[in-house]
């Protein structure tokens, strides 16, 4: 089974239960909302990718010509061009455009060999996936607790102590926290590798069947290799992490802060229920479900973030992708990594609503 | 006495507390208690705002700042901060009572003075021309001294300072980054003054040099001027556009306000990174490009807030009201629903400059955007990276300013929203 193939089954698989016992356990009201909000993702993606094939296009600067180089004769460009379909009129190539996005399919890459651009993800998109989905459980973890910790503490030291860390993690540009993680455990201490995902060496040993190291590795028992992606992830799944946490962090505590205002707040304290359990157990638990849909919101930091801790850990994902061929501008590419960025951030924001609806029985649409 | 002056302060009701200790206090315990009349830590603005003022200052005027111009070669290239760049130096015995090269001057007949260097380097000629100045200079004195030194040429450091150790040479140059490495081994030997007999730690760059000699810290100041163009611009124009289409979104409706809301919730919700980056491969390097794609991100910022904000003002009953008296659309716009936009645009134009100067910085550290000439934080970190192995403090300074620029924008918008916003003060 090809590589995307086997992530789209480990990420559809729960999704489409999870959506179909929604549809079916759900209200008239939500099953409606849910099916609005399936299609009105669709707009988003098309306006998005239109956008970005329209920019792509209107620019001078021509990707034959620069793959070629100073050796491409005009006639073996018109001739690529040609096979290319960049002589087409720009509605074709809109249509042809359009139809690539609605199959996933996305056509050939317009440098190197021409590969198909699937291809090309499917090897891209597991690595940013390793990436982002440690990297995301690092900030909730920090910011969950954090926030409460904060809010349990309000107005003192260790409040205004998170509340700093916070802005500052805000106000940090996570591709020099990832450098400052390099040079203090890569180079100064020399713990962990600054670069790769693996090791070069140890890479080869590796049997690839969904892209996905981590996965790799333990499927074929391979421990070498397995500590080795561990070590290549940590530094990346830091600066991803604490850059995100910021943000958690904040929404947590005035979140909590505000749940611990409630009367039934004030009711358990007076029944005498130990501080802790109140913020840790009756608040933060109920000051949670309006953060769901937050997290929802910070699926365009999370991808931006992940575009620069690429490229600074020189980590082969979507964005080194991105970055690496718009440099050769390569459209095709650069659309496609457009349209799946973009469909991924439709996607969470559609499944944060669905679990919230699930979590919070009082939202009703 | 009145009952109230006569009652302890804490049975006064807790919110007319403040008032009356205003009343009591002089301004300096005003100002230390300033929290508690906004319930806002507006001393949060206070400090970002001079941080801001110094770095608009530093943009406008980085010459007078800077001791160096953004892009000259001014020194040795990977010069530590605090390092000197190597001078030649004289080597002595520890017996020899000169210090100078100047010293070692002999009465004209005398057997003239050996001096030992290495061979290939710059400090034979360093010791020659030097030389030559002091016998020019001391040949007309009445002493009858003069300094035309046995130059004499070894294969290494080691033979050169061997070379004085046995007593073959009266002196040794060499420079003084290899002596000083050399100096335990050499007990009998020490270090006289430079040749020209300048200071030995003349030179030295405060935070280092690049990999080809420019200055740091010079750098980092001109590339302030680079980072807040690019925030200040990005911002006012994203400003500029979103604002008005929001007032129009709002005061138009219909399907005009929906299409535009879906497109601009589409522009919201997609990473922004990704699409400047989008935007700035297709127009090419240059500010103003970056400008244009940093500005294109924020417009759904100002659109949404300025929206949401008219649509909730249009149904006040004050507009209602001014409406019902026959004002025009014009004047509820200019008289009742701007002024209530304004502060959240402060606000939103505050926290913008610092995203839009991280953002700036972003696309110029994966190399899109700027050109590579121009001074900027983002093109250093780049630069640097390729050098972290031997060049800490390449990519070290220009991040920390980044980040000192940033906060004290971030602090800035903060401090006004709970100023402005007196709902977020319990927060």
Same mark, same amino acid.
């Given at each position: 089974?090809?590589? #995307?193939?086997?992530?789209?089954?480990?990420? =559809?698989?729960?999704?489409?239960?999870?959506?179909?016992?929604?549809?079916?356990?759900?209200?008239?009201?939500?099953?409606?909302?849910?099916?609005?909000?399936?299609?009105?993702?669709?707009?988003?993606?098309?306006?998005?990718?239109?956008?970005?094939?329209?920019?792509?296009?209107?620019?001078?600067?021509?990707?034959?010509?620069?793959?070629?180089?100073?050796?491409?004769?005009?006639?073996?460009?018109?001739?690529?061009?040609?096979?290319? =379909?960049?002589?087409?009129?720009?509605?074709?190539?809109?249509?042809?455009?359009?139809?690539?996005?609605?199959?996933?399919?996305?056509?050939?890459?317009?440098?190197?060999?021409?590969?198909?651009?699937?291809?090309?993800?499917?090897?891209?998109?597991? !690595?940013?996936?390793?990436?982002?989905?440690? !990297?995301?459980?690092?900030?909730?973890?920090?910011?969950?607790?954090?926030?409460?910790?904060?809010?349990?503490?309000?107005?003192?030291?260790?409040?205004?102590?998170?509340?700093?860390?916070?802005?500052?993690?805000?106000?940090?540009?996570?591709?020099?926290?990832?450098?400052?993680?390099?040079?203090?455990?890569?180079?100064?201490?020399?713990?962990?590798?600054?670069?790769?995902? #693996?090791?070069?060496?140890?890479?080869?040993?590796?049997?690839?069947?969904?892209?996905?190291?981590?996965?790799?590795?333990?499927?074929?028992?391979?421990?070498?290799?397995?500590?080795?992606?561990?070590?290549?992830?940590?530094?990346?799944?830091?600066?991803?992490?604490?850059?995100?946490?910021?943000?958690?962090?904040?929404?947590?505590?005035?979140?909590?802060?505000?749940?611990?205002?409630?009367?039934?707040?004030?009711?358990?304290?007076?029944?005498?229920?130990?501080?802790?359990?109140?913020?840790?157990?009756?608040?933060?638990?109920? *000051?949670?479900?309006?953060?769901?849909? +937050?997290?929802?919101?910070?699926?365009? #930091?999370?991808? !931006?973030?992940?575009? +620069?801790?690429?490229?600074?850990?020189?980590?082969?994902?979507?964005?080194?992708?991105?970055?690496?061929? #718009?440099?050769?501008?390569?459209?095709?590419?650069?659309?496609?990594?457009?349209?799946?960025?973009?469909?991924?951030?439709?996607?969470?924001?559609?499944?944060?609503?669905?679990?919230?609806? +699930?979590?919070?029985?009082?939202?009703?649409? | 006495?009145?009952?109230?002056?006569?009652?302890?302060?804490?049975?006064?009701?807790?919110?007319?507390?403040?008032?009356?200790?205003?009343?009591?206090?002089?301004?300096?315990?005003?100002?230390?208690?300033?929290?508690?009349?906004?319930?806002?830590?507006?001393?949060?603005?206070?400090?970002?705002?001079?941080?801001?003022?110094?770095?608009?200052?530093?943009?406008?005027?980085?010459?007078?700042?800077?001791?160096?111009?953004?892009?000259?070669?001014?020194?040795?290239?990977?010069?530590?901060?605090?390092?000197?760049?190597?001078?030649?130096? %004289?080597?002595?015995?520890?017996?020899?009572?000169?210090?100078?090269?100047?010293?070692?001057?002999?009465?004209?007949?005398?057997?003239?003075?050996?001096?030992?260097?290495?061979?290939?380097?710059?400090?034979?000629?360093?010791?020659?021309?030097?030389?030559?100045?002091?016998?020019?200079?001391?040949?007309?004195?009445?002493?009858?001294?003069?300094?035309?030194?046995?130059?004499?040429?070894?294969?290494?450091?080691?033979?050169?300072?061997?070379?004085?150790?046995?007593?073959?040479? !009266?002196?040794?140059?060499?420079?003084?980054?290899?002596?000083? *490495?050399?100096?335990?081994?050499?007990?009998?030997?020490?270090?006289?003054?430079?040749?020209?007999?300048?200071?030995?730690?003349?030179?030295?760059? %405060?935070?280092?040099?690049?990999?080809?000699?420019?200055?740091?810290?010079?750098?980092?100041?001109?590339?302030?001027?680079?980072?807040?163009?690019?925030?200040?611009?990005?911002? &006012?124009?994203?400003?500029?556009?979103?604002?008005?289409?929001?007032?129009?979104?709002?005061?138009?409706?219909?399907?005009?306000?929906?299409?535009?809301?879906?497109?601009?919730?589409?522009?919201?919700?997609?990473?922004?990174?990704?699409?400047?980056?989008?935007?700035?491969?297709?127009?090419?390097?240059?500010?103003?490009?970056? &400008?244009?794609?940093?500005?294109?991100?924020?417009?759904?910022?100002?659109?949404?807030?300025?929206?949401?904000?008219?649509?909730?003002?249009?149904?006040?009953?004050?507009?209602?009201?001014?409406?019902?008296?026959? *004002?025009?659309?014009?004047?509820?716009?200019?008289?009742?629903?701007?002024?209530?936009?304004?502060?959240?645009?402060?606000?939103?134009?505050?926290?913008?400059?610092?995203?839009?100067?991280?953002?700036?910085?972003?696309?110029?550290?994966?190399?899109?955007?700027?050109?590579?000439?121009?001074?900027?934080?983002?093109?250093?970190?780049?630069?640097?990276?390729?050098?972290?192995?031997?060049?800490?403090?390449?990519?070290?300074?220009?991040?920390?300013?980044?980040?000192?620029?940033?906060?004290?924008?971030?602090?800035?918008?903060?401090?006004?929203?709970?100023?402005?916003?007196?709902?977020?003060?319990?927060?």
């Amino acid at each position: 089974m090809s590589p #995307i193939g086997f992530v789209a089954l480990i990420i =559809g698989i729960p999704a489409l239960v999870l959506l179909g016992y929604v549809l079916i356990t759900g209200s008239t009201g939500l099953r409606r909302y849910i099916l609005t909000r399936i299609v009105l993702t669709l707009p988003m993606v098309l306006i998005l990718g239109s956008l970005v094939f329209l920019i792509m296009r209107v620019v001078p600067g021509d990707p034959v010509s620069s793959a070629l180089g100073p050796k491409g004769t005009p006639e073996m460009i018109q001739h690529i061009r040609e096979q290319l =379909g960049l002589n087409d009129p720009i509605i074709v190539q809109y249509g042809r455009f359009l139809g690539h996005m609605f199959t996933l399919n996305f056509g050939n890459s317009l440098v190197g060999g021409h590969r198909p651009i699937a291809d090309e993800m499917s090897e891209r998109f597991p !690595a940013t996936l390793e990436l982002i989905v440690p !990297a995301s459980v690092l900030a909730l973890l920090i910011g969950i607790f954090g926030g409460a910790h904060a809010a349990s503490r309000r107005k003192g030291p260790v409040d205004y102590a998170w509340r700093i860390y916070a802005v500052v993690i805000y106000s940090l540009p996570i591709f020099w926290l990832g450098l400052m993680l390099q040079l203090l455990f890569g180079v100064k201490l020399g713990w962990l590798p600054i670069s790769g995902r #693996i090791d070069p060496i140890i890479g080869t040993t590796l049997v690839h069947r969904t892209n996905i190291y981590t996965i790799d590795s333990i499927i074929s028992g391979n421990w070498l290799a397995l500590k080795s992606v561990l070590q290549h992830l940590v530094l990346p799944t830091i600066t991803l992490g604490l850059i995100l946490s910021g943000i958690f962090v904040r929404l947590t505590r005035i979140n909590v802060i505000e749940t611990l205002s409630m009367d039934y707040i004030s009711a358990a304290r007076a029944r005498g229920i130990r501080e802790r359990v109140l913020v840790y157990g009756h608040a933060l638990k109920n *000051a949670l479900i309006p953060i769901i849909t +937050l997290i929802g919101l910070q699926v365009a #930091i999370l991808l !931006a973030g992940a575009v +620069l801790t690429e490229t600074v850990f020189s980590w082969p994902g979507m964005g080194s992708y991105l970055v690496e061929r #718009i440099s050769q501008r390569d459209y095709n590419a650069v659309q496609s990594v457009i349209v799946v960025f973009a469909l991924l951030v439709a996607m969470i924001s559609l499944a944060v609503d669905v679990i919230y609806s +699930l979590v919070d029985p009082r939202v009703r649409y | 006495m009145t009952a109230l002056q006569e009652r302890p302060p804490e049975d006064i009701p807790e919110e007319i507390t403040w008032e009356v200790e205003l009343q009591k206090v002089g301004i300096v315990r005003r100002i230390l208690n300033a929290r508690k009349w906004y319930g806002a830590d507006w001393w949060f603005v206070a400090i970002s705002s001079v941080l801001v003022a110094i770095f608009i200052i530093i943009a406008v005027f980085p010459s007078l700042f800077a001791p160096y111009k953004p892009d000259a070669l001014v020194g040795p290239s990977f010069l530590a901060p605090g390092a000197y760049p190597p001078v030649p130096v %004289l080597v002595l015995p520890n017996i020899s009572s000169a210090n100078t090269l100047k010293d070692l001057a002999v009465p004209a007949g005398q057997p003239r003075p050996g001096i030992s260097v290495v061979q290939g380097g710059n400090t034979a000629g360093a010791l020659n021309d030097a030389a030559k100045e002091i016998d020019n200079q001391i040949k007309t004195e009445p002493e009858g001294l003069r300094l035309r030194p046995n130059i004499d040429r070894y294969a290494s450091v080691e033979e050169a300072l061997q070379a004085v150790v046995d007593g073959k040479d !009266a002196a040794a140059v060499v420079e003084s980054d290899e002596f000083a *490495a050399l100096k335990a081994q050499y007990p009998t030997l020490r270090q006289g003054e430079s040749l020209t007999g300048g200071s030995k730690t003349a030179g030295g760059f %405060l935070l280092g040099t690049n990999d080809i000699g420019q200055d740091v810290w010079s750098r980092l100041l001109w590339g302030t001027r680079v980072a807040l163009i690019i925030g200040f611009s990005a911002s &006012i124009l994203s400003l500029i556009i979103g604002v008005p289409l929001g007032l129009m979104a709002a005061f138009i409706g219909g399907s005009f306000d929906r299409l535009l809301s879906l497109v601009m919730d589409s522009l919201y919700a997609f990473p922004g990174l990704i699409l400047a980056i989008a935007i700035t491969a297709v127009l090419g390097p240059s500010i103003v490009n970056v &400008i244009v794609a940093i500005a294109v991100l924020y417009i759904p910022t100002y659109y949404r807030m300025v929206r949401g904000q008219a649509l909730s003002v249009k149904e006040d009953v004050y507009v209602e009201a001014a409406r019902s008296i026959g *004002a025009r659309s014009r004047e509820i716009l200019q008289r009742y629903i701007f002024p209530n936009v304004i502060p959240s645009v402060a606000i939103i134009f505050s926290v913008n400059v610092a995203d839009a100067i991280l953002t700036g910085a972003g696309l110029a550290f994966l190399g899109l955007g700027l050109p590579p000439t121009v001074p900027d934080w983002g093109i250093d970190l780049a630069r640097g990276q390729r050098f972290i192995q031997n060049a800490w403090w390449m990519i070290t300074f220009p991040g920390l300013t980044i980040l000192l620029v940033v906060l004290a924008f971030t602090l800035m918008g903060e401090g006004l929203m709970e100023i402005f916003n007196p709902k977020l003060r319990e927060r």
